[in-house]
């Protein structure tokens, strides 16, 4: 029988009810290698019992990606890609606010220009035509950067 991931890097003989197996295959040895470096294989094997088996899958995936963030990151590991994607929300959050305000601005200012009387056509379409326009385009240009994401989903950290 050829062992799983774990039993390999363990150097063990992998048994027939080895808890690893299902979700350690051989093919992969860098999924339980950083689990066993940040948790240790006898912790993942507590961790794995105390799960229900249709819910190991995602347990076994989620105890790698957070391996994988302590690794990156030692000190904030998960928490600071849970950091980073909440200030990245309340960027966006005040993006949004600032650009309803300005659209809620210039409905008001075109609403009571087309109410005044000695304001002009030709100026009332002018200011259809470019004011508006121009300002509910102009800001949608945001600072945050689409390329901060590696292709493996974890955010990176430039300072490490
Ligand atoms: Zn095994």
């Not at 999924?31 to 088996?53: C, D, R, W």
């Not at 819910?55 to 690794?71: F, G, K, P």
Request: glycine share 4%; with cysteine.
């Amino acid at each position: 029988m050829v062992p799983c991931g774990s039993c390999k890097l363990l150097r063990r003989r992998c048994r027939k009810d080895c808890i690893f197996a299902p979700y350690f295959p051989s093919n992969q040895p860098q999924k339980f290698a950083i689990v066993h470096k940040v948790y240790g294989a006898s912790n993942v094997t507590k961790m794995l019992q105390e799960v229900p088996h249709h819910q190991r899958v995602d347990a076994v995936n989620s105890l790698v990606y957070e391996a994988n963030a302590r690794w990156r990151d030692p000190v904030y590991g998960v928490s600071g890609t849970v950091t980073y994607l909440q200030n990245q929300v309340s960027e966006l959050q005040t993006q949004l606010a600032v650009a309803e305000a300005k659209i809620l601005y210039f409905q008001m200012k075109y609403e009571s220009m087309m109410l005044s009387p000695e304001i002009d056509t030709d100026e009332k379409s002018y200011f259809m035509q470019n004011d508006i326009s121009q300002y509910i385009s102009h800001d949608t240009s945001n600072n945050v950067n689409h390329n901060s994401f590696h292709k493996d989903g974890f955010p990176s950290f430039s300072n490490h």
